[in-house]
Nanobody
């Protein structure tokens, strides 16, 4: 089972990025999926989650209204659109699959599969 994340990079404050994650090795169409991030010296934190059907999404307060999570089960792909980025969004972003069945699945300790992470750096 593998999750391959892409789309990170360097962006100026106020800019946008789109992260994508493609899963392989098993079907994730019945699983909640999400994104977490980890800044230097800090613990990994929840960013956003989407339920198995794509009907429901949940966001950390720090990104609500700026980030949008989506998924395409036919392609085993889910994405995170990030707008109005600021320096506090600088972190390594990890895609996550098979989150806890409870909703919202915000605990990183309950994630089954992790992607390798992609760096997002926002310059001010």
């Amino acid at each position: 089972v593998q999750l391959q994340a892409s789309g990170g990079g360097l962006v100026q404050a106020g800019g946008s990025l789109r992260l994508s994650c493609v899963g392989s090795g098993r079907s994730f169409s019945s699983d909640h999926m999400g994104w977490f991030r980890q800044a230097p010296g800090q613990e990994r934190e929840f960013v956003a989650a989407i339920n198995w059907s794509g009907a429901f999404a949940y966001y950390a307060d720090s990104v609500k209204g700026r980030f949008t999570i989506s998924r395409d089960n036919a392609k085993s792909k889910f994405s995170l659109r990030m707008n109005s980025l600021n320096a506090n969004d600088t972190a390594v972003y990890y895609c996550a699959a098979a989150l806890a069945n409870k909703w919202p699945p915000t605990n990183p300790a309950e994630v089954i599969y992790w992607g390798k992470g992609t760096q997002v750096t926002v310059s001010s």
